[in-house]
């Protein structure tokens, strides 16, 4: 991996094509023809002066991918782990399962890379192969533990044992959902994903993310305020 | 404004920091929405370090390997896709005949052999948006089956008539032995074409396979079958589309439990 890769992941905004602004995870030293880019801190965007730091910018690079350019991979890595880094975190127990996650779907993704169309969005694509391989992994994980160790006691989800005053991480929080919600409010939330990309990435349809979505905004907000009253005169 | 709002504005990011005044004093009087959007809107990233050399052994796993692939294209697989069902019909029908054209009004041609061609364009679409990771599905591809199955039943019972048979089991054991022959042989060249893809939900590819083999079949059965009785359509004729998509769905199962990772050929 080149020197400039070697930076920790940083998250900035990008703008989309639509304008909307979205999550983002890019790094901070951009290699290019021998020469290394950095962001610059403006606004509290991160912006990278000689690159569209856009989503488009990812089909150019997997058209670079597709075709055999050696940087390619390394960019991709580079720009696309730390968010599926996330939602493995978010998904799984471990860090370590989630890094094993990692590994497998860039193989995963290295195989099929022919599968990806240019002008489609890179995101949902990557992120359907990632979906399918936390599900593997989780099958894998479930089949190995079955086998090596009995559980006596579950343990507690943790979105119920945070103090009520203070506001829980992400991953506490979501950890209180089922899976599907979970998967869904990780994708929007983490990913950066519209309510279309993350109906292309997991095979469904956009009502149906948005139901999803919407029963789990509902839960979390009994997660967050289990008994308190709702003081809301409008509220549903 | 109420929570569905909050709600629908969170689908699409738009409710932390808004300037707007009713999004402001609906948070300021519900606590719910307050504590979610507050919770929502926490930094996504800790700024934890990226594990550098796991990226690096990524990296270099990919280079060791990297050529320029040929990328699969929407439209051939769908051309492959209408070629098999052509074929697959054309081969049928030419081995048993077309006895059914000339007992079927042309109306209740047109719906029937229409209704059988709609499912297969649907479900020939949901195979090619199951293959290539990242499509938008209009139709849900676990609807679908139900769906076709339940438009032909009803196609069926509206156009055609209950009429007693004498040897209802022996006509509907050969319609159902010949219309699954037919589309099993469809899902050979169908199973080749599907690997040019990225099989990643083996159970759903499956059972949409079953779905279209099956379509064959009964479309093979609706151009030779002179038998015009609602039941023996419904058991035996659908029966073809009903056995080939279990058959479909519990392969996909039993591979997916045995082999927990299909391999895509680039």
């Known amino acids: ?14 703008a989309t094509k639509t304008g909307v602004s979205r999550k983002y995870f890019g790094f901070r030293n951009f290699p ?14 991160l912006k990278c002066p000689d690159v569209d730091r856009s989503f488009t910018d990812l089909d150019t690079w997997m058209q670079r991918y597709q075709d055999g350019d050696p940087e390619a991979p390394g960019v991709l890595i580079a720009a696309i782990s730390p968010a599926l880094l996330r939602f493995f975190r978010s998904q799984v127990a471990s860090c370590h ?58 343990p507690e989800p943790p979105a119920q044992a945070e103090p009520r005053d203070t506001l829980p991480a992400f991953e506490t929080l979501v950890a209180g959902l089922p899976e599907a919600q979970r998967e869904v409010i990780t994708m929007l939330k983490v990913g950066g994903l ?13 009502g149906a ?11 979390m907000r009994k997660l967050l305020q289990p008994d308190g009253p709702d003081d809301a005169p409008g509220g549903v | ?77 769908l051309a492959a896709l209408a070629a098999i069902f052509l074929v697959g019909v054309t081969f049928g029908v030419s081995r048993i005949g077309a006895f059914a054209l000339a007992v079927m009004t042309p109306v209740q041609a047109g719906v029937m052999l229409g209704a059988v061609a709609t499912g297969a364009v649907l479900t020939a679409y949901s195979l090619v948006h ?5 499509s938008l599905h209009r139709i849900p591809p676990a609807v679908l089956p139900f769906a076709i199955a339940l438009a032909f039943a009803t196609a069926t019972v509206v156009l055609f008539e209950f009429q007693p048979e004498l040897h209802f089991w022996a006509a509907a054991w050969w319609c159902i032995r010949t219309g699954t022959v037919f589309g099993a042989l469809a899902a050979v060249p169908l199973w080749l074409v599907l690997r040019r893809g990225a099989v990643l939900s083996l159970v759903m590819t499956c059972l949409a396979s079953g779905v279209f083999a099956g379509l064959v079949g009964m479309m093979v059965l609706e151009i030779h079958c002179p038998i015009l009785d609602v039941w023996h359509i419904l058991f035996a ?12 769905l519990a392969t996909g199962l039993a591979v997916e439990k045995f082999q927990p990772q299909m391999r895509a050929r680039p």
């Open chain 1, 1 to 14: 991996m080149p020197a400039a890769l070697r930076a920790n992941a940083v998250s900035c905004q990008a």
């Open chain 1, 32 to 45: 290019s023809a021998g020469r290394e880019m950095h962001f610059q801190m403006e606004s509290g965007l």
């Open chain 1, 97 to 154: 399962q989630a890094d094993d996650l990692l590994q497998d779907t860039w193989l995963r993704i290295h195989r099929v890379r022919h599968t990806y169309r240019l002008g489609e969005p890179v995101l949902p694509w990557i992120y359907a192969i990632a979906r399918r391989v936390r599900v593997d992994g989780y099958r894998r994980i479930s089949r190995i533990m079955m086998h090596e160790t009995t559980m006596d006691v579950l």
């Open chain 1, 194 to 206: 519209s309510l279309e990309e993350v109906a292309r990435a997991t095979s469904s349809t956009v």
């Open chain 1, 209 to 219: 993310v948005k139901q999803r979505a919407h029963r789990a905004y509902e839960r």
């Open chain 2, 1 to 77: 404004m109420n929570c569905n709002d909050v709600d629908k504005g969170l689908d699409i990011g738009a409710i932390a920091g808004s300037p707007d005044p009713e999004v402001r004093e609906h948070l300021n009087h519900c606590a719910r929405c307050r504590k979610l959007v507050a919770a929502l809107s926490q930094p996504a990233y800790e700024a934890s370090a990226s594990p550098v050399a796991l990226l690096e052994q990524i990296e270099s796993g990919l280079l060791s390997d990297l050529r320029p692939v040929r990328r699969t294209r929407k439209a051939y697989l």
């Open chain 2, 130 to 134: 199951l293959i290539l990771p990242g």
């Open chain 2, 237 to 248: 004729h659908l029966g073809v589309l009903l056995i080939l998509a279990t058959a479909g």
